[in-house]
């Protein structure tokens, strides 16, 4: 955002200085002799010319950015492909994070399944404890180390 800034005020800077300087120039250009005023108003073609063809060349290369009201950044439709695309980026890095995260949060629930029957086969119970009302609160519970 402060490069976006730096380059807007040299821009706004550049554009005043160039009035400044047009308007000092055509103040003064009335009492210039004519072949003078002829080279002056060539030259001034010429550069329009130049700057014509620079703009329309330089088009595919210039980003339209902007800020909305909202605060958010707006990249314009100059912006190249690779920029869209590395705009992306960040949302599939996030999406690959709640991937990874859920398998892991699965991978933990079946092993805490699995040790909880590990513990249950390992110790030896009646059968007539698996009915028992209190069994249930026991597989409920946190498991107590042994």
Same mark, same amino acid.
């Given at each position: 955002?402060?490069g976006?800034?730096? &380059?807007?005020?040299n821009?706004a800077?550049?554009?005043r200085?160039? +009035?400044r300087?047009?308007?000092?120039? &055509?103040?003064h250009?009335?009492?210039?002799?004519?072949?003078?005023?002829?080279?002056?108003?060539? =030259?001034?073609?010429? @550069?329009?010319?130049?700057?014509?063809?620079?703009? +329309?060349?330089?088009?595919?290369?210039?980003?339209? @950015?902007?800020?909305?009201? =909202?605060?958010?950044?707006?990249l314009?439709?100059f912006?190249?492909?690779?920029?869209?695309?590395?705009?992306?980026?960040?949302?599939? @890095?996030l999406?690959?994070?709640?991937?990874?995260?859920e398998?892991?949060? &699965?991978?933990?629930?079946?092993r805490?399944?699995?040790?909880?029957? &590990?513990? +249950?086969?390992a110790?030896a +119970?009646?059968?007539?404890?698996?009915?028992d009302?209190?069994?249930?609160?026991?597989?409920?519970?946190?498991?107590?180390?042994?």
């Open positions: 955002m402060i976006i800034n730096r &380059t807007s005020a821009h800077l550049e554009a200085l160039g +009035l300087l047009a308007g000092a120039l &055509t103040a250009a009335e009492g210039l002799p004519h072949d003078v005023s002829e080279r002056l108003r060539y =030259a001034r073609e010429q @550069v329009l010319a130049r700057a014509r063809e620079a703009r +329309l060349a330089a088009p595919a290369a210039q980003v339209a @950015v902007g800020v909305s009201a =909202a605060g958010g950044l707006l314009g439709s912006a190249p492909w690779l920029q869209r695309a590395a705009s992306v980026l960040p949302l599939l @890095v999406l690959g994070g709640l991937l990874v995260i398998q892991w949060s &699965t991978r933990e629930r079946v805490a399944a699995a040790e909880i029957d &590990t513990l +249950l086969l110790d +119970l009646p059968p007539s404890a698996y009915s009302p209190g069994f249930a609160e026991f597989l409920r519970s946190d498991p107590q180390p042994w």
